[in-house]
Antibody, heavy 120, light 112 residues
C-alpha cells in the first residue's frame, strides 16, 4: 500500500521560504504514468492545487503561485519537495502531498497533511 | 480558469439520498468526462470517491455514484449514513493545457 508522509517546518516567518518534503513508501516515485503533487488548504477554506512534478522531472505550477514555487524530486530517497518563497500570512494552510494520475485526472493517494503557519 | 460551483451545504436524514452538484462550463465539465470527487472528514486528508465522472475506486461503497448532465456533474449518496457527514470537493479538467484542472469550492454534507 502506497503511503505518503509530509515533513518540514510548521512555523515560517514572513518573507522567508517554506520547505516541505513528502516521503513515499510502498512504491517507487519513479513509476511511470504518475505525477507527484502539492495541494494546500487554508484554515476553513477549500483545496488549492500548488503544482506537480512528473516522474520524468517536468514540473507544472499553479499560475498564481508560479513565481514563488519550486517542486523537486530526490529519487535516491524516494521523496519530493516543495519550496515556496516570500511567504505571507496568506500562505498559512495545511499542505498535502498526493499522487496524481494525470491521464484520467485524479489524486489517488494523499499524505495526512501538515499545518504550516506563517507568523513572526 | 474559474473554480467550479458547488452548493455550500446540503443535508439529509439517515437512509435518504442526497445529490451534490458541481457546475462548470462548456469548457470544462461540459466538454470532458474527467470529473473526480473527494470526501474530506474534519482534520483528515481528502479521499478519492469517484473518478472519470462515474467510476468508483476499489473499496468505495456503491452508495456513492457520479453522473453528468450538460455542464453539471453530480455526486449522489444513497442510503445516507452518519459517517457520510463530511466536506465534498469536485475537480475537473478545464482545457488543453497540462495545468488546466479546477476544483470546486466544496460542499458541507450534514446528516441530520
Amino acid at each position: 500500500q502506497l503511503q505518503l508522509q509530509e515533513s518540514g517546518s510548521g512555523l515560517v516567518k514572513p518573507s522567508q521560504t517554506l520547505s516541505l518534503t513528502c516521503a513515499v513508501s510502498g512504491g517507487s516515485i519513479s513509476s511511470g504514468g504518475y505525477s507527484w503533487s502539492w495541494i494546500r488548504q487554508p484554515p476553513g477554506k477549500g483545496l488549492e492545487w500548488i503544482g506537480y512534478i512528473y516522474h520524468s522531472g517536468s514540473t507544472y505550477y499553479n499560475p498564481s503561485l508560479k513565481s514563488r514555487v519550486t517542486i523537486s524530486v530526490d529519487r535516491s530517497k524516494n521523496q519530493f519537495s516543495l519550496k515556496l518563497s516570500s511567504v505571507t500570512a496568506a500562505d498559512t494552510a495545511v499542505y498535502y502531498c498526493a499522487r496524481w494520475f494525470g491521464e484520467l485526472g485524479y489524486f489517488d493517494y494523499w499524505g495526512q497533511g501538515t499545518l504550516v503557519t506563517v507568523s513572526s | 480558469q474559474s473554480a467550479l460551483t458547488q452548493p455550500a451545504s446540503v443535508s439529509g436524514s439517515p437512509g435518504q439520498s442526497i445529490t451534490i452538484s458541481c457546475t462548470g462550463t462548456s469548457s470544462d465539465v461540459g466538454s470532458y468526462n474527467l470529473v473526480s470527487w473527494y470526501q474530506q472528514h474534519p482534520g483528515k486528508a481528502p479521499k478519492l470517491m469517484i473518478y472519470e465522472g462515474s467510476k468508483r475506486p476499489s473499496g468505495v461503497s456503491n452508495r456513492f455514484s457520479g453522473s453528468k448532465s450538460g455542464n453539471t456533474a453530480s455526486l449522489t449518496i444513497s442510503g445516507l449514513q452518519a459517517e457520510d457527514e463530511a466536506d465534498y470537493y469536485c475537480c475537473s479538467y478545464a482545457g488543453s493545457s497540462t495545468f488546466d484542472w479546477v476544483f470546486g469550492g466544496g460542499t458541507k454534507l450534514t446528516v441530520l
